[in-house]
């Protein structure tokens, strides 16, 4: 399976059978990682692996979300799946930082944005968020390969996450992702804008 046809399968997959997965072929998932790219190529990551049963229910009941009307919504299914992904990121001591002021990038060199802050007006933001999601999304297309479906996770209540997995108070934890088989038949691919309301060349129009 080539990469376009990987994206072309992709699915978010919400419903998974119990059937483990080999550890060579989530070996192999997790070394997809590794090869992400990363800002300034500092790999600020950390991927929590979770196969405890107990642990996958509590992470499922920290990923929750309210709706315009106020409904809490608990998205239990996520511990059906045999493995649980928590990506986690060193904003502090790891990622690339970046001073913008007025849209203006002044420093991008890691630790020397952190001894700069409060020195500067403007506003400071790190790679972590890009990072975890352009290596989650390897992780993603690598599955669709290995016949195993995922499903994007942000979702979540990072305080209840960091106490369940020891997780320290300089690192954040994001975005989660559930890997398994699918438990119903593969879904049908979801509505996508066409290329013509998406693209536009040399002035943005």
């Not at 990682?33 to 509590?58: H, I, M």
């Not at 511990?79 to 849209?103: L, M, N, Q, S, T």
């Not at 944005?113 to 790679?127: A, C, D, F, L």
């Amino acid at each position: 399976m080539g990469v376009i046809e990987a994206i072309q399968q992709r699915r978010s997959i919400r419903h998974y059978r119990s059937d483990e997965i080999p550890e060579e072929i989530l070996n192999r998932l997790l070394g997809v990682l590794r090869l992400a790219p990363s800002g300034g190529n500092r790999q600020p990551w950390k991927f929590v692996v979770v196969r405890d049963k107990e642990t996958r229910g509590k992470l499922a009941a920290a990923c929750c979300f309210s709706t315009e009307k106020g409904h809490l919504v608990v998205q239990d299914w996520i511990a059906e799946a045999p493995v649980v992904i928590v990506a986690c990121g060193a904003e502090k001591e790891g990622a690339a930082g970046f001073y913008r002021e007025d849209g203006v990038p002044l420093i991008a060199n890691g630790q020397v944005v952190i001894g700069e802050m409060g020195k500067r007006p403007g506003e400071y933001v790190t790679s972590v968020p890009w990072d975890l999601a352009i290596a989650l999304d390897h992780f993603s297309l690598a599955a669709v390969e290995e016949g195993l479906g995922t499903c994007w996770i942000a979702g979540v209540n990072e305080k209840v996450v960091k106490n369940l997995l020891s997780i320290p108070d300089d690192i954040r934890a994001q975005l989660i992702m559930p890997v398994g088989y699918s438990a119903l038949s593969w879904p049908d691919p979801r509505p996508r804008k066409s290329l013509e309301e998406i693209v536009c060349y040399d002035k943005y129009s």
